[in-house]
């Protein structure tokens, strides 16, 4: 039969067996258990007249991603389901080609793989995808040594998920959608930008970068992996503000939320200091909305102004647990009562105090008030305020509140409130946890500010404060009027995250990983195209950056060390202390470099008490110390663990910090059915990849603990529980995090629920 194919350029060509049989081969070449003759014949390709070479290679993606889980007989004839993961590295081989073969032909080469790396940066800048900056920055011999530098051989490295992912959402397309930029071309792009701010040394330092990213050993945040090397390059992924009391404040916090999520960033919003529903204003008795009414703003403006069009804006808001407003803050996200007080797209927090758990604890009562009639009443703000271990300044002024007969309150058992609490999280997975005290205890830079809430993904703390208007006037300039407002800049927190791959560096490495990716994330600082000025300025101020993890269940298993045991402590003792060690040292010699952090001055840092407070007494620790207060450290802030959940998939290991979801199951999405399994799942360590909501949650809160002691933000840190669970058995967790000095909770990841999840923060 006289079969022609038609081909990627268009063209019809006299069908070649033999051309199929060839890209197979190619695809299972050295892929344990991946026979090419198995997969051609599973596929079942019926060849036809006018059939496209890109309908066989989709066939052909498709058999080998169903061969990853498989149904077969045991010995007693019992159906079982076995795994080989390898096919996931076929698959992907064949979807590595079919970007090859369309590069080509859209970039104009002939052959199969990479073009001219230079050609590509000056077409793309032309067309407006590439900034001018790297034109300006690179010299014509620079490009063509990074070109050559590119190896095509760590395209081998993906899985089909993170090949595809990767390609679908990051790589650069022309207006229709057509593949222009190749995976490690995108590396490559991202280490130039990042390397920019190295000046005489950036071609070595570029070079540098791109092993480390190329070599799947970090992950970087999604912004940056999208915007780098682009004309308009905001990098970071999330952001957070405090509202002030009054409508200049809520709406300026509005204007600068759009901003932020137009550029692919979330928003950590803290609404404690907005007065309550039926407080006065201005003198007139029950005037006051409260929070909802402003709280839907918010959610309003994450639907209208959308992450560049990815997916909806994100943001999260935080209220304090003695707010009178709480128990409908609490019903924001759930199905019951009235939706015209609803707001379903945006995520509430609560801020919890030590106090409040210590009346949990022993069943005492709790009074709610509003922030405004406290500041009336009582001369001080309270949300300004935090216990310390030798200090309890807080719990005092709390108490004088309750003295006070003339202030009004809600006074309810502190169970209640918690149940309330729980019934949400167990609805809806929120609200998030922000235990306060313990946050701002352990806080190196007090002497500057306070932490009042955390962003999104709950792994951020860092000092944060409203700004305020000053003055508007009017101004003549050449005929014309101006009118020009000055504000008075508050800190607004910026995130610039990136993280380590636990599933592809072991602790020996980490001397030479760290300090890379540490200098990475001050040059995003450095380079970054913030969205809002005060973003600018405090970014400037403290130098903030969030180191974290990826992988960490693949590098327990990797260890063969399981999730529940005291083994599983001792390792996250040791690896997150070596982290810290690390990064702290690269932030002293990037301060000796370039200088510290401007607000070093009076931080726990240059005391030294930052050390004293983790117990850190070994001779290398009391010598980085001396040297830390010597010559200061670039960094105000410089640990955070980051959910990491695209960017996990992309480098083809586990998220974050949390267990795996399950061992291996079929996903559902668009009506296609993508088989997923573990990292580097095999039979000899099937069972240490015990799934979330099968581990006993007080082994994960133990770990979480134990590694905090060394991390000095937060942690984007998930608890698992199922049906069974009983509300003693929540309640329960809740009070073990407090206990061991978990700063934040991010999801109750019920079972029963699917969580809606952030990609801001994948890093």
């Known amino acids: 039969m006289d079969i022609k194919i038609k081909k990627r350029n268009g063209l019809y060509e006299q069908l070649y067996v033999e051309k199929t049989k060839k890209m197979v081969a190619y695809a299972c070449e050295g892929l344990k258990g991946c026979d090419p003759n198995e997969l051609e014949m599973d596929s079942n390709l019926q060849f036809r007249d006018g059939m496209s070479t890109k309908e066989i290679q989709k066939v052909l993606i498709q058999t080998a991603i169903e061969k990853v889980i498989q149904t077969t007989k045991d010995t007693s004839g019992n159906l079982v389901k076995k795994t080989n993961i390898n096919w996931q590295y076929v698959a992907a081989r064949l979807l590595m080609s079919d970007l090859y073969k369309e590069a080509a032909i859209n970039r104009g080469y002939d052959y199969f793989g990479y073009g001219d790396f230079p050609e590509l940066l000056h077409r793309l800048t032309k067309e407006g995808y590439y900034g001018d900056y790297l034109e300006k920055e690179y010299s014509e011999q620079e490009l063509k040594e990074l070109g050559e530098y590119i ?28 593949v222009l930029e190749l995976p490690q071309e995108r590396f490559m792009v991202i280490a130039m930008h990042l390397a920019i701010p190295e000046g005489e040394k950036k071609l070595f330092y570029a070079k540098k970068f791109y092993d480390i990213l190329s070599e799947l050993k970090m992950t970087t945040a999604t912004p940056t992996l999208a915007g780098s090397g682009t004309p308009y390059h905001q990098l970071s992924s999330c952001f957070i503000s405090v509202v002030g009391d009054n409508l200049w404040s809520i709406y300026d916090v509005n204007q600068k939320f759009s901003n932020v999520s137009k550029h692919g960033g979330a928003l950590g919003i803290y609404l404690g200091k907005i007065r309550a529903l039926n407080s006065e204003i201005r003198g007139h008795k029950n005037a006051s909305g409260g929070i909802i009414p402003w709280i839907r703003l918010y959610n309003d403006t994450a639907v209208a102004v959308d992450q560049l069009g990815r997916r909806k804006g994100g943001a999260s808001i935080t209220l304090d647990i003695w707010h009178s407003d709480l128990y409908e803050f609490l019903d924001i996200r759930t199905n019951n009562g009235d939706d015209r007080r609803k707001a379903h797209d945006v995520f509430p927090a609560v801020s919890i105090p030590n106090l409040f758990m210590e009346r949990l604890e ?75 005290d313990t946050v701002n205890q352990a806080n190196p830079n007090k002497h500057a500010g306070m932490i009042y809430a955390s962003n999104l993904c709950h792994e951020i703390a860092q000092n944060v404060s409203e700004s305020s208007f000053v003055e508007e006037t009017i101004e003549e300039k050449d005929g014309a009027f101006e009118v020009v407002r000055r504000l ?276």
């Open 151 to 178: 190896e095509k051989d760590r395209d081998l490295l993906f899985n089909y998920e993170g090949l595809k992912l990767l390609a679908d959402r990051y790589l650069i397309r022309g207006f229709h959608k057509e």
């Open 362 to 436: 022993a069943r005492g009562s709790w009074s709610l008030f509003d922030p405004y009639m406290i500041k009336k009443e009582m001369g001080f703000y309270l949300e300004d305020f935090y216990d310390e271990e030798n200090g309890k300044e807080f719990t005092k002024r709390y108490l004088e509140c309750e003295k006070n007969e003339a202030l009004e309150r809600i006074t309810v058992p502190a169970l209640d409130i918690m149940k309330k609490i729980m019934k949400s999280a167990v609805e809806t997975g929120t609200p998030f946890i922000f235990f306060r």
């Open 488 to 763: 008075k800049s508050g800190d607004m927190v910026t995130c610039n995250l990136n993280s380590v791959n636990l599933g592809r560096v072991n602790i020996e490495d980490l001397k030479e990983t760290i300090p890379l990716q540490i200098r990475m994330l001050d040059n995003v600082i450095t380079l970054n195209q913030a969205p809002v000025a005060e973003a600018k300025i405090t970014g400037d101020k403290y130098r903030a950056i969030g180191l974290g993890t990826s992988g960490y269940h693949h590098y327990l298993v990797n260890q063969g060390i399981q999730w529940e045991s005291e083994e599983h402590f001792a390792e996250a003792d040791r690896l997150y202390e070596e982290i810290a060690y690390q990064s702290i040292k690269a932030s002293l010699e990037l301060a000796k470099e370039k200088g510290a952090y401007p607000a070093f001055e009076g931080s726990e840092w240059q005391s030294g008490e930052y050390f004293d407070r983790r117990g850190y007494e070994s001779d290398r620790w009391h010598e980085l110390k001396a040297e830390v207060q010597k010559y200061g450290i670039r960094n105000g802030y410089i640990m955070a663990v980051a959910p990491t959940g695209s960017t996990s998939n992309i480098a083809g290991t586990t998220a974050g910090i949390d267990p795996i979801f399950k061992k291996f199951f079929i996903e559902e999405k668009k009506g296609s059915f993508t088989p997923k399994a573990a990292p580097d799942l095999r039979e000899d360590n099937f069972w240490l990849y015990k799934e979330a909501h099968t581990i006993n949650q007080l082994y994960s809160i133990k770990a979480c603990g134990v590694r905090q002691r060394h991390i000095d933000q937060a942690q984007s840190f998930n608890l698992y529980i199922t049906p069974q669970m009983d509300a003693k058995d929540v309640l329960k967790l809740y009070m073990e995090c407090w206990k061991n000095k978990v700063k934040t909770i991010y999801y109750i990841r019920n079972q029963s629920l699917e969580m809606d999840e952030c990609t801001s923060c994948s890093s």
